[in-house]
């Protein structure tokens, strides 16, 4: 049976998702999403959830920024999934991905950086040797990360945010846009500022 490609979510980064593949040579055959608002996405179609023949031999991609819906889209479709790694991303050799995990254009990941499963690395984000980025994790577009930083499963890292090296981000956390991380953070905390501060705490985290 022919294997199809197919996208779960037919946002504005579900948009972005099919560029990158589409860079990557990929054809898509079909988007998928709960509440469709538009029939066709540069050429390809886009069909509500409900009318997917799960019959077919299907490969997919969450193409849905929200950590926590790919988390629970996750618990409901076993895959397989595919990988989208933009061409114009500098990637070392010696990085791993896991499944389902989307790197943008831009993006600079250098050596013995390990990306967790279902995970999104955005628009010009740099990760430094030997990060470890948890699953379901969302690096906003200009992150920069140093070396040996590890970030937490289902954590959100805001646009423009910056960590030093050897810091530890738990799970569950956000760490809002141009916070600047000198120091480890909790699990479900929410960090804003430079130096970033804890304010709350998530009512819910992994």
Not at 43 to 52: D, L
Not at 59 to 70: D, E
Not at 168 to 191: E, F, L, Q
């Amino acid at each position: 049976m022919e294997t199809k490609v197919l996208l779960y979510g037919a946002s504005g980064h579900g948009k972005v998702v099919l560029d990158i593949l589409q860079a990557q040579g990929v054809v898509v055959d079909c988007i998928c999403d709960d509440n469709p608002k538009f029939s066709h996405i540069h050429g390809v179609p886009v069909v509500p959830t409900k009318e997917i023949d799960w019959n077919e031999n299907y490969v997919m991609l969450f193409s849905i920024g929200n950590n926590a819906i790919r988390a629970a889209l996750a618990q409901r479709y076993a895959g397989p999934f595919i990988t989208a790694l933009h061409p114009q991303a500098v990637i070392s050799p010696h990085a791993t991905f896991g499944e389902g995990s989307v790197v943008m254009a831009g993006v600079v990941i250098n050596t013995d950086v390990r990306v967790g499963k279902h995970s999104i690395i955005n628009t010009g984000a740099t990760l430094d040797h030997d990060c470890v980025v948890g699953d379901f994790v969302h690096i906003s577009p200009g992150v920069s990360l140093a070396g040996n930083v590890t970030i937490g499963s289902a954590t959100h890292v805001g646009i423009g945010a910056c960590v030093i090296q050897g810091v530890t981000i738990g799970k569950g956390c956000t760490i809002g846009a141009g916070a600047v991380i000198i120091r480890d953070v909790p699990d479900g905390a929410v960090v804003v500022g430079n130096p970033g501060k804890i304010i709350k705490y998530n009512n819910t985290h992994e």
